[in-house]
Nanobody, 123 residues
Framework: QVQLVESGGGLVQAGDSLRLSCAAS????????MGWFRQSPGKKREFVAH????????AYANSVRGRFTISRDNVKNTLYLQMNSLKPEDTAVYYC????????????????WGQGTQVTVPS
């Protein structure tokens, strides 16, 4: 079992950058494929990015490709999401998630979730 804690969210202006972190504990981090998801009020939780256990394969939602970068440090047991050129439509609670199998874009297929961190980009 792994525990996940996100940090790094905040209120920023359009065009700014943020880096989210997700600290993992309680289990061997490299055993898990990891994903970032986000949820806005009234909307379903949606896929943002995922990364394989050793970071060799990454994938992104079309809406963030070219602006966001997912990465991980298996020594520090931490997952990251670098977000550049932020837009108002990026406003959401961002969650990291862990999966004991390979990566997926489907939230229900992830086993463990953090509590989320709010990102707000006013229009």
């Amino acid at each position: 079992q792994v525990q996940l804690v996100e940090s790094g969210g905040g209120l920023v202006q359009a065009g700014d950058s943020l880096r989210l972190s997700c600290a993992a504990s309680g289990s061997t981090f490299s055993m898990y494929a990891m994903g970032w998801f986000r949820q806005s009020p009234g909307k379903k939780r949606e896929f943002v990015a995922h990364i394989t256990r050793f970071g060799n394969i990454k994938a992104y939602a079309n809406s963030v490709r070219g602006r966001f970068t997912i990465s991980r440090d298996n020594v520090k047991n931490t997952l990251y999401l670098q977000m550049n050129s932020l837009k108002p439509e990026d406003t959401a609670v961002y969650y990291c998630a862990a999966r004991g199998l390979e990566v997926s874009t489907i939230p229900d297929e992830y086993d463990y979730w953090g509590q989320g961190t709010q990102v707000t980009v006013p229009s």
